[in-house]
């Protein structure tokens, strides 16, 4: 099991530089990556997205990189050099028509500066990825490991309020012959009362027995209650898994509705008391469960 909060850092540092790496991790029903990276590293950002995903499957995941040091921008002196002899060419002709007397020297040039080209210069991408990749695997690993000790704490502590949620539906179970019996008794003193209010051989009787059948499938919650157990027996089961977030949370939506019908089925003081107390427990179990991957 493992949470979706977590930070992680790494450095690597060169003879001339030093690439600092953080990242954090928070709750996000998907895996939603963010980056922020030196110019330098923009061509990579499929890359890293890439490595992230291979480390995680869910979380909004903030990832940064730091770079201090020499050569963070290298640039790329491309000269122009048939523009620059047409310049000249045209101050030349500039000079004469209008009888400039001075000379022409090259501080002249150096204010038109479109025959100068600088560019970014083109990086080797494997370079830079070596340059990166050790701290990128640090700051990964650092946070999976405080992702999976945060998951841990989580386990127990879902462990320790599933142990709860089994003695509340002990209690139902214990109690559910005795209601299912009483309210199979308010039933019949119903049917009788209605025997005497109504005349017997106005009344269908396959109807009749059929109504009947329903009203007792009404007042017996015991699928529901064996529903509720298979569902915590399978929760106890799936928190041993890797990836089990969003399981545990569909499992949690199903023991709610079971408690629900069950509780509504029942109509009793007792089992409705016991059930209030199922729903919160479902609900903390749900609550810590948002944070699991």
């Not at 122009?80 to 501080?107: H, I, Q, V």
């Not at 049917?191 to 269908?204: T, Y």
């Amino acid at each position: 099991m493992e949470s979706m909060t977590g930070f992680g850092k790494g450095v690597s540092q060169a003879e001339n530089y030093i690439i600092s790496v953080y990242i954090k991790s928070v709750n996000s029903r998907y895996l939603d990556i963010s980056l922020r990276l030196p110019r330098r590293y923009t061509y990579l950002e499929e890359r890293i997205r890439k490595l992230i995903s291979e480390y995680f499957n869910r979380g909004k995941i903030e990832l940064q990189i730091r770079y201090t040091g020499a050569g963070l921008v290298a640039k790329e002196i491309l000269l122009d050099l048939e523009l620059a002899r047409r310049l000249k060419a045209a101050l030349t002709c500039l000079k004469y028509e209008l009888g400039f007397e001075e000379p022409l020297s090259f501080s002249d040039f150096l204010r038109f500066r479109d025959y100068i080209i600088l560019e970014d210069k083109e990086e080797d991408l494997e370079k830079l990825w070596e340059e990166i990749y050790p701290a990128l695997k640090q700051a990964l690993e650092e946070l999976k490991t405080f992702r999976q000790k945060e998951g841990e704490s989580l386990k127990e502590f879902l462990k320790a309020h599933l142990i709860e949620l089994k003695e509340k539906v002990s209690e139902i179970e214990k109690l559910k012959e005795e209601i299912i019996e009483k309210n199979k008794e308010k039933l019949k003193k119903r049917l009788d009362k209605l025997f005497q209010e109504f005349d017997l051989k106005s009344i269908d009787e396959n109807r009749f027995y059929q109504e009947v059948v329903h009203l007792l499938d009404k007042i017996d919650f015991t699928e529901e209650l064996d529903r509720l157990k298979i569902h915590i027996n399978h929760f106890e089961l799936t928190m041993e898994e890797e990836k089990c977030g969003k399981k545990l949370d569909f499992l949690c939506q199903e023991m709610f509705r079971e408690i629900n019908t069950l509780s509504n089925k029942a109509q009793s003081p007792e089992i409705s008391l016991i059930a209030v107390k199922v729903k919160d427990l479902i609900e903390k179990l749900r609550e810590q469960i948002q944070n699991i991957a």
